[in-house]
């Protein structure tokens, strides 16, 4: 992978002088590593760096001068001029959702995203990686940008981009997926109380080696709902007292539908936790359980054939936020994820639904 300069390339669109002249107002920087990924970045505003430097504290590094790949990502928080762009294309919503939340246009030197809620602007301008607008209150898109580049650095060549969190014991590496809303993110806080590492939240770049499947996942926490705090003692800290007074107070059908995040620094909640972002994929869990049954959960051995219908929610298209990986995979395959779930020892998660008792299942059969 050639490495990304310290300056943006030369163009001429208008919208594209704009971002290189927000790039060249960057002069404040810090450098994060990635498993051997260097990541520079450089923005304008001190507030961001150092709410940068919290989220990444695990990955930051004084040195990257010894890493084969880098790039260089520059983070402008500003109010952005008119970038003479009026004929902004939707991005359509992925299946089962319909809230847009992207418009993108390409332009001769790459392609630029605007999200619609917050105003933030992504810049893919040949080699150089820029986000602009309203950054210190949306910093989160920041991090997901950074993430972004990483995951198309490791797809660049080859593997697949899986929708599912990742924990490991070790070399074992454990991947959990399932339909939205059901629960794979608490599922896998609650594994790390066994003592288990974390690998990644909600995204898995799964790729074939000689002797099995690797799984490496981004620096990204866990982003969790308040019933997944008030059911674990461990993540308690996260809320205030009269947040969790509110939520306790609330029916469970109602707490599960509520939609406030909040980032789980697992590394602080649970003692001896690290962030481990590759591992060897041991073994993969699809979430297939029922939270009306009153049945105890039930882990059953499957071959990717046998649960066709479950495969849908371990699919994920790189998008137009990968584009490297884009151009690999415009499209996504059914039989490639089958492909590589059968090298894999894979299980399906039935019945209703128990955290703690389906974390020590799986934590059994893990560790075998």
């Known amino acids: 992978m050639s490495t990304a300069t310290d300056s943006t390339d030369e163009s001429n669109s208008p919208a594209a002088t704009v971002f290189q002249r927000l790039a060249a107002e960057c002069g404040l920087s810090l450098s994060v590593n990635f498993d051997g ?12 760096k150092a709410k940068l430097e919290q989220y990444f504290a695990a990955f930051r590094t004084a040195d990257n001068s010894d890493v084969l790949d880098s790039t260089v990502v520059f983070a402008a928080d500003v109010s952005l001029p008119d970038l003479g762009i009026s004929d902004w294309q939707v991005k359509q919503p992925e299946p089962g ?22 105003g933030v602007h992504l810049a893919y301008l040949g080699s150089s990686r820029i986000c602009a607008g309203p950054l210190v209150e949306n910093a989160n898109q920041v991090i997901n940008f950074v993430n972004n580049i990483y995951m198309d650095h490791l797809l660049r060549d080859h593997g697949q981009l899986f929708h599912a969190a990742g924990v490991c014991d070790g070399e074992r590496g454990l991947g959990l997926a399932g339909r939205s809303g059901k629960g794979k993110s608490t599922l ?5 109380e066994t003592g288990l590492d974390f690998v990644s939240n909600d995204r898995l770049v799964v790729q074939a080696a000689d002797d099995g499947l690797i799984m490496r996942g981004v620096p990204k926490y866990p982003r969790i709902n308040p019933g997944t705090i008030v059911n674990q003692d461990a993540l308690l800290p996260l809320a205030s007292e009269a947040d969790l007074a509110r939520y306790r107070s609330m029916s469970k059908d109602a ?41 105890a959960p039930m882990l059953s051995p499957a071959q990717p054939a046998d649960v066709i219908d479950l495969i849908p929610a371990v699919m994920k298209a ?4 990968l584009p490297g990986a884009s151009r690999r995979i415009p499209e996504v395959s059914v039989d490639d994820y089958c492909g ?4 894999t020892s894979l299980y ?4 209703g639904v128990d955290f703690r008792l389906a974390a020590e299942l799986i934590r059994q059969q893990l560790i075998r």
């Open 318 to 321: 790189p998008g137009i936020m």
């Open 348 to 351: 399906v998660l039935s019945g």
């Open 340 to 343: 590589l779930l059968a090298q």
């Open 97 to 118: 959702k319909q809230r847009v939340k992207e418009h993108f246009r390409k332009i001769d030197e790459g392609i630029i995203v605007r999200k619609v809620q917050t």
């Open 255 to 295: 707490l599960w539908e509520l939609e406030e995040k909040y980032d789980a620094f697992v590394d602080e909640c649970f003692d001896g936790c690290q962030f481990q972002l590759a591992a060897r994929m041991s073994l993969f869990v699809l979430i297939d359980w029922d939270r009306h049954s009153a049945d």
């Open 37 to 48: 990924f260097a990541v520079q970045l450089r923005t304008n505003s001190a507030t961001l």
């Open 188 to 192: 896998a806080l609650k594994l790390l």
